[in-house]
């Protein structure tokens, strides 16, 4: 087993630096990287995936409020048109223009405001890597740390 010269352990990271290999291991993926290939490493937030899921959000909770608006468009065609009119047209066409909008509804409450997620990103002759996490969950601090321990670590290597 290799001599571990640093390591970041958190729920979503774990990163291990050895003397010639970096180990990295997210929830849904375990790599490891010779020290020698690896060109480069860095923290990059997901800027444009955020800016996409909270596009789609907006987009989600206009539709929120239009199901709401159909609604009460319903509501009041249950009680205008059934009191005018005829009580079973009122209740069908109210009672259709209700359902569409509690559908709508429901279908933009399942969507949750979206966070800014970050990477460590691994830069390499072969292309780059991302291993991401969620910022609001880990300490940034700690990350930081550790990634400028593996930096110095790569310098050292490539100068041997």
């Known amino acids: ?19 010639d290999k970096l180990y990295l291991k997210t929830l849904t993926s375990q790599e490891t990287f010779a020290l020698r290939g690896v060109q480069g490493i860095g923290v990059v937030d997901l800027v444009d995936d ?18 709401i608006a159909f609604i009460v468009v319903g509501v009041i065609l249950i009680l ?14 109210g009672g259709f223009v209700s359902l569409i909008g509690l559908m709508a509804y429901l279908k ?4 949750e405001e979206p966070t800014l997620m970050s990477a460590v990103q691994i830069m390499m002759s072969g292309g780059i890597r991302n291993f991401t996490f969620d910022k609001a969950h880990i300490n940034s601090t700690e990350v930081a740390n550790f990634i400028s321990k593996v930096e110095s670590t790569l310098s050292a290597y490539h100068k041997n």
């Open 50 to 67: 955020y800016n996409k899921a909270l596009t789609e959000y907006k987009t989600q909770m206009t539709s929120k409020n239009f199901g």
């Open 108 to 111: 933009a409450n399942k969507f």
């Open 80 to 93: 205008f048109v059934g009191n005018s009119f005829s009580m079973v047209v009122g209740l069908i066409l």
């Open 1 to 19: 087993m290799d001599n571990i010269l640093s390591q970041l352990q958190t729920a979503e990271l774990d990163i291990k630096l050895t003397e």
